[in-house]
Protein backbone atom coordinates (compact mmCIF):
# COMPACT_ATOMS: atom_id res chain seq x y z
CA UNK A 1 0.00 0.00 0.00
CA UNK A 2 1.48 3.77 -1.04
CA UNK A 3 1.52 6.23 1.43
CA UNK A 4 -0.66 8.06 -0.18
CA UNK A 5 -3.16 5.34 -0.12
CA UNK A 6 -2.56 4.97 4.26
CA UNK A 7 -2.96 8.18 4.14
CA UNK A 8 -6.30 8.78 2.58
CA UNK A 9 -8.03 5.87 4.65
CA UNK A 10 -6.38 7.60 8.11
CA UNK A 11 -8.59 11.02 6.63
CA UNK A 12 -11.34 8.95 6.01
CA UNK A 13 -11.52 6.81 8.98
CA UNK A 14 -12.18 10.09 11.07
CA UNK A 15 -15.39 11.12 9.36
CA UNK A 16 -16.73 13.01 6.50
CA UNK A 17 -13.23 15.19 4.61
CA UNK A 18 -13.74 18.16 2.59
CA UNK A 19 -11.92 17.70 -0.87
CA UNK A 20 -9.73 20.87 -0.18
CA UNK A 21 -9.06 19.41 3.27
CA UNK A 22 -8.00 15.80 2.00
CA UNK A 23 -5.76 17.26 -0.95
CA UNK A 24 -4.26 19.06 1.24
CA UNK A 25 -3.71 16.45 3.53
CA UNK A 26 -1.97 14.44 1.46
CA UNK A 27 -0.13 16.41 -0.37
CA UNK A 28 -1.76 15.96 -3.81
CA UNK A 29 -4.01 17.66 -6.36
CA UNK A 30 -7.90 17.72 -6.23
CA UNK A 31 -8.20 15.32 -9.15
CA UNK A 32 -5.58 13.01 -7.39
CA UNK A 33 -7.87 12.82 -4.39
CA UNK A 34 -10.57 11.88 -6.56
CA UNK A 35 -8.76 8.98 -8.17
CA UNK A 36 -7.93 7.58 -5.23
CA UNK A 37 -11.60 8.04 -3.77
CA UNK A 38 -12.26 5.91 -7.51
CA UNK A 39 -9.60 3.16 -6.52
CA UNK A 40 -11.50 2.45 -3.16
CA UNK A 41 -14.63 2.16 -4.98
CA UNK A 42 -13.31 0.09 -7.52
CA UNK A 43 -11.68 -2.27 -4.18
CA UNK A 44 -15.45 -2.25 -3.25
CA UNK A 45 -15.76 0.71 -0.68
CA UNK A 46 -18.78 2.13 -0.58
CA UNK A 47 -17.67 6.30 -0.20
CA UNK A 48 -20.44 8.79 -0.75
CA UNK A 49 -19.34 12.48 -1.35
CA UNK A 50 -21.75 15.20 0.20
CA UNK A 51 -22.16 18.82 1.15
CA UNK A 52 -19.49 18.06 4.20
CA UNK A 53 -17.49 16.22 1.56
CA UNK A 54 -16.45 12.45 1.14
CA UNK A 55 -17.77 9.37 3.89
CA UNK A 56 -17.37 5.86 3.81
CA UNK A 57 -20.27 3.79 3.93
CA UNK A 58 -18.99 0.52 3.47
CA UNK A 59 -16.24 -0.97 3.49
CA UNK A 60 -14.91 -4.55 2.17
CA UNK A 61 -15.83 -7.78 4.28
CA UNK A 62 -11.59 -7.75 3.88
CA UNK A 63 -8.70 -7.34 2.10
CA UNK A 64 -5.61 -5.02 2.79
CA UNK A 65 -7.33 -1.54 2.43
CA UNK A 66 -10.03 -2.79 4.68
CA UNK A 67 -8.07 -4.35 7.87
CA UNK A 68 -6.00 -0.50 7.03
CA UNK A 69 -9.53 1.38 7.49
CA UNK A 70 -10.34 2.38 10.88
CA UNK A 71 -6.79 0.27 12.43
CA UNK A 72 -5.59 1.35 15.59
CA UNK A 73 -2.36 0.32 15.42
CA UNK A 74 0.92 1.53 13.66
CA UNK A 75 0.87 -1.31 11.24
CA UNK A 76 1.25 -1.54 7.70
CA UNK A 77 -1.14 -4.13 6.09
CA UNK A 78 -0.09 -6.23 3.33
CA UNK A 79 -2.72 -9.07 2.44
CA UNK A 80 -2.87 -11.78 -0.28
CA UNK A 81 -5.57 -14.15 -1.15
CA UNK A 82 -3.09 -17.34 -1.27
CA UNK A 83 0.40 -17.78 0.46
CA UNK A 84 2.44 -20.18 1.31
CA UNK A 85 3.29 -19.11 4.81
CA UNK A 86 2.55 -15.30 6.21
CA UNK A 87 5.49 -15.97 8.44
CA UNK A 88 8.16 -17.30 5.71
CA UNK A 89 6.58 -13.73 4.16
CA UNK A 90 7.14 -12.01 7.46
CA UNK A 91 10.78 -12.95 7.47
CA UNK A 92 11.34 -12.05 4.33
CA UNK A 93 10.38 -8.28 5.03
CA UNK A 94 12.24 -8.26 8.25
CA UNK A 95 15.50 -9.25 6.07
CA UNK A 96 14.49 -6.44 3.60
CA UNK A 97 14.24 -4.16 6.41
CA UNK A 98 10.78 -3.48 7.49
CA UNK A 99 8.83 -3.58 11.03
CA UNK A 100 5.61 -2.83 12.14
CA UNK A 101 3.92 -4.94 9.23
CA UNK A 102 0.89 -7.42 9.31
CA UNK A 103 0.90 -10.08 6.46
CA UNK A 104 -2.47 -11.15 6.10
CA UNK A 105 -4.00 -14.01 3.86
CA UNK A 106 -7.01 -15.22 3.18
CA UNK A 107 -5.46 -19.30 3.23
CA UNK A 108 -1.88 -20.71 3.57
CA UNK A 109 -0.94 -23.50 1.54
CA UNK A 110 2.08 -24.14 3.95
CA UNK A 111 1.34 -23.65 7.28
CA UNK A 112 2.57 -24.79 10.26
CA UNK A 113 2.55 -24.66 13.68
CA UNK A 114 5.20 -25.57 16.72
CA UNK A 115 7.62 -28.25 16.69
CA UNK A 116 7.13 -28.18 12.58
CA UNK A 117 3.82 -29.35 13.19
CA UNK A 118 1.52 -29.19 10.01
CA UNK A 119 -1.39 -26.64 10.37
CA UNK A 120 -4.53 -26.90 8.10
CA UNK A 121 -5.32 -22.87 6.93
CA UNK A 122 -8.20 -22.76 4.64
CA UNK A 123 -9.74 -19.79 3.26
CA UNK A 124 -12.56 -18.24 5.88
CA UNK A 125 -9.80 -18.30 8.67
CA UNK A 126 -7.67 -15.62 9.71
CA UNK A 127 -4.06 -16.10 9.32
CA UNK A 128 -1.33 -12.71 10.12
CA UNK A 129 2.05 -12.22 11.35
CA UNK A 130 3.27 -9.56 12.80
CA UNK A 131 6.43 -8.31 12.09
CA UNK A 132 8.17 -6.15 14.74
CA UNK A 133 11.57 -4.80 16.25
CA UNK A 134 11.25 -4.53 19.98
CA UNK A 135 14.11 -3.00 21.82
CA UNK A 136 14.42 -6.08 24.16
CA UNK A 137 16.77 -9.10 24.98
CA UNK A 138 16.19 -12.26 22.96
CA UNK A 139 15.72 -13.48 26.38
CA UNK A 140 11.74 -11.62 26.75
CA UNK A 141 10.75 -12.75 23.28
CA UNK A 142 8.58 -15.54 24.57
CA UNK A 143 6.40 -12.47 26.07
CA UNK A 144 5.29 -11.53 22.60
CA UNK A 145 4.02 -14.93 22.26
CA UNK A 146 2.40 -14.74 25.08
CA UNK A 147 0.90 -11.98 24.34
CA UNK A 148 -0.60 -13.15 20.57
CA UNK A 149 -2.36 -15.55 22.71
CA UNK A 150 -3.83 -13.10 25.16
CA UNK A 151 -4.83 -10.96 21.85
CA UNK A 152 -6.17 -14.03 20.16
CA UNK A 153 -8.10 -14.74 23.18
CA UNK A 154 -9.31 -11.33 23.86
CA UNK A 155 -10.67 -10.94 20.31
CA UNK A 156 -12.53 -14.59 20.14
CA UNK A 157 -14.30 -13.71 23.21
CA UNK A 158 -15.31 -10.58 21.59
CA UNK A 159 -16.81 -12.73 18.96
CA UNK A 160 -18.76 -14.99 21.30
CA UNK A 161 -16.05 -17.93 22.47
CA UNK A 162 -15.29 -19.08 25.58
CA UNK A 163 -11.48 -19.22 24.79
CA UNK A 164 -8.76 -19.79 26.76
CA UNK A 165 -5.29 -20.75 26.75
CA UNK A 166 -3.43 -23.62 27.74
CA UNK A 167 0.51 -22.70 27.87
CA UNK A 168 2.24 -21.61 26.41
CA UNK A 169 0.20 -20.35 23.55
CA UNK A 170 -2.48 -22.74 22.50
CA UNK A 171 -6.20 -20.79 22.45
CA UNK A 172 -8.92 -23.05 23.37
CA UNK A 173 -12.50 -23.70 23.58
CA UNK A 174 -13.90 -26.66 25.50
CA UNK A 175 -11.82 -28.70 28.95
CA UNK A 176 -9.91 -31.35 29.64
CA UNK A 177 -13.03 -32.78 31.97
CA UNK A 178 -15.88 -32.40 29.38
CA UNK A 179 -17.96 -35.40 28.78
CA UNK A 180 -17.29 -35.38 25.60
CA UNK A 181 -13.68 -34.50 25.30
CA UNK A 182 -12.43 -37.46 23.93
CA UNK A 183 -9.69 -37.57 22.07
CA UNK A 184 -9.19 -34.05 22.81
CA UNK A 185 -8.93 -34.36 26.88
CA UNK A 186 -5.00 -34.24 26.74
CA UNK A 187 -4.85 -30.92 24.52
CA UNK A 188 -7.25 -29.33 27.62
CA UNK A 189 -10.09 -28.71 24.63
CA UNK A 190 -10.85 -28.00 21.12
CA UNK A 191 -7.96 -25.72 19.28
CA UNK A 192 -9.31 -22.64 18.04
CA UNK A 193 -5.91 -21.21 17.49
CA UNK A 194 -2.34 -21.14 17.76
CA UNK A 195 0.85 -19.20 17.75
CA UNK A 196 4.27 -19.64 16.36
CA UNK A 197 6.85 -16.90 17.01
CA UNK A 198 10.13 -16.67 14.98
CA UNK A 199 13.34 -13.85 15.81
CA UNK A 200 16.34 -13.22 14.70
CA UNK A 201 18.95 -11.13 16.81
CA UNK A 202 22.37 -10.65 18.86
CA UNK A 203 22.84 -11.79 22.18
CA UNK A 204 21.62 -8.65 23.56
CA UNK A 205 19.22 -7.41 21.52
CA UNK A 206 16.40 -8.86 19.27
CA UNK A 207 17.58 -7.62 15.67
CA UNK A 208 13.13 -8.50 14.53
CA UNK A 209 10.54 -10.49 15.66
CA UNK A 210 7.51 -12.69 13.48
CA UNK A 211 4.49 -13.38 15.38
CA UNK A 212 2.30 -16.03 13.77
CA UNK A 213 -1.11 -16.36 14.57
CA UNK A 214 -3.38 -18.52 13.06
CA UNK A 215 -7.30 -19.28 13.71
CA UNK A 216 -10.30 -20.98 12.50
CA UNK A 217 -12.81 -18.46 11.90
CA UNK A 218 -15.13 -18.75 9.16
CA UNK A 219 -14.28 -22.21 8.61
CA UNK A 220 -16.41 -25.51 8.65
CA UNK A 221 -15.41 -28.31 11.58
CA UNK A 222 -15.56 -30.84 9.05
CA UNK A 223 -12.51 -29.15 7.13
CA UNK A 224 -10.32 -28.97 9.90
CA UNK A 225 -8.27 -31.75 11.63
CA UNK A 226 -10.10 -34.05 14.42
CA UNK A 227 -10.09 -32.20 17.56
CA UNK A 228 -10.08 -27.92 16.16
CA UNK A 229 -12.87 -25.68 16.00
CA UNK A 230 -14.02 -22.90 14.77
CA UNK A 231 -15.61 -19.79 15.55
CA UNK A 232 -18.02 -20.82 12.88
CA UNK A 233 -19.06 -24.18 14.87
CA UNK A 234 -18.92 -22.20 18.02
CA UNK A 235 -20.52 -19.43 17.50
CA UNK A 236 -21.49 -18.34 13.92
CA UNK A 237 -19.70 -16.65 11.74
CA UNK A 238 -17.50 -13.27 12.55
CA UNK A 239 -16.15 -10.18 10.58
CA UNK A 240 -12.52 -11.34 9.95
CA UNK A 241 -11.63 -7.18 9.19
CA UNK A 242 -13.08 -6.60 12.42
CA UNK A 243 -11.17 -9.58 14.15
CA UNK A 244 -7.82 -8.87 12.78
CA UNK A 245 -8.16 -5.42 13.46
CA UNK A 246 -9.14 -6.57 17.13
CA UNK A 247 -6.30 -8.86 17.22
CA UNK A 248 -3.57 -6.11 15.89
CA UNK A 249 -4.91 -3.53 18.58
CA UNK A 250 -4.60 -5.81 21.41
CA UNK A 251 -1.21 -7.56 20.49
CA UNK A 252 -0.09 -3.97 20.04
CA UNK A 253 -0.53 -2.23 22.96
CA UNK A 254 1.01 -5.55 25.40
CA UNK A 255 3.99 -5.46 23.26
CA UNK A 256 4.23 -1.92 24.24
CA UNK A 257 3.48 -2.61 28.01
CA UNK A 258 5.04 -6.47 28.94
CA UNK A 259 4.59 -6.12 32.20
CA UNK A 260 1.23 -6.47 31.31
CA UNK A 261 0.97 -9.08 29.37
CA UNK A 262 1.58 -12.02 32.65
CA UNK A 263 -1.56 -10.50 34.45
CA UNK A 264 -3.51 -10.67 30.94
CA UNK A 265 -1.97 -14.24 30.30
CA UNK A 266 -3.20 -15.55 33.79
CA UNK A 267 -6.29 -14.39 33.39
CA UNK A 268 -7.05 -16.05 30.52
CA UNK A 269 -4.91 -19.40 31.47
CA UNK A 270 -6.66 -22.79 31.49
CA UNK A 271 -3.63 -24.59 32.50
CA UNK A 272 -2.78 -22.39 36.05
CA UNK A 273 -4.15 -24.78 39.18
CA UNK A 274 -4.76 -27.86 36.88
CA UNK A 275 -2.33 -31.13 37.24
CA UNK A 276 -0.16 -31.06 34.08
CA UNK A 277 2.44 -33.41 32.11
CA UNK A 278 5.12 -31.39 30.36
CA UNK A 279 7.45 -32.92 28.08
CA UNK A 280 10.63 -30.95 27.89
CA UNK A 281 13.93 -31.49 26.32
CA UNK A 282 15.35 -32.94 29.81
CA UNK A 283 12.40 -35.43 30.43
CA UNK A 284 9.12 -35.10 32.30
CA UNK A 285 7.87 -32.68 34.54
CA UNK A 286 4.19 -33.63 36.15
CA UNK A 287 2.65 -31.78 38.90
CA UNK A 288 0.25 -28.80 39.42
CA UNK A 289 1.14 -26.04 37.17
CA UNK A 290 0.50 -23.31 39.96
CA UNK A 291 2.20 -19.99 38.18
CA UNK A 292 3.48 -18.11 35.35
CA UNK A 293 7.15 -15.95 35.45
CA UNK A 294 8.45 -13.23 32.99
CA UNK A 295 8.91 -14.07 30.22
CA UNK A 296 6.44 -16.93 30.17
CA UNK A 297 8.09 -19.66 32.39
CA UNK A 298 5.43 -22.40 33.60
CA UNK A 299 6.21 -23.02 37.38
CA UNK A 300 4.87 -26.51 38.12
CA UNK A 301 4.78 -27.91 41.78
CA UNK A 302 5.99 -31.88 41.91
CA UNK A 303 5.98 -34.07 44.58
CA UNK A 304 9.79 -33.23 44.70
CA UNK A 305 9.49 -29.48 45.03
CA UNK A 306 8.91 -26.64 42.51
CA UNK A 307 9.87 -26.86 38.94
CA UNK A 308 10.20 -23.84 36.64
CA UNK A 309 9.79 -25.05 32.85
CA UNK A 310 10.76 -22.89 30.23
CA UNK A 311 9.65 -24.41 27.12
CA UNK A 312 7.64 -28.06 26.68
CA UNK A 313 4.86 -29.79 25.25
CA UNK A 314 2.07 -29.61 28.02
CA UNK A 315 -0.85 -32.13 28.55
CA UNK A 316 -3.45 -31.29 30.93
CA UNK A 317 -4.18 -34.12 33.08
CA UNK A 318 -8.12 -35.27 34.43
CA UNK A 319 -9.03 -34.13 37.83
CA UNK A 320 -8.88 -36.84 39.64
Not at 3 to 14: E, V
Not at 247 to 257: G, N, T
Not at 263 to 272: G, I, M
Amino acid sequence: MNDTRRALLSALSDGPVAGPELAERLGVSRAAVWKQVESLREDGFGVESGDDGYRVTDVPEYGESAVAFGLDAPFEVEYHDSLGSTNDRGRELAVAGASNVAVVANEQTGGRGRLEREWTAPSGGVWVSLLVRPDQPPAHVPAFTLAAAVATTRAAREAGVDAHIKWPNDVLVGDVDDEDAGETAGRGGRKLAGVLTEMEGEADRVSWVVVGIGVNANVDAADLPPGATSIRAEAGDVSRRAFVQRLIEEFHALSEDTEAVLPAWREYSSTLGRRVRVETPGGTVEGEAIDVRFPGALVVRTDDGETVVHAGDCEHLRST
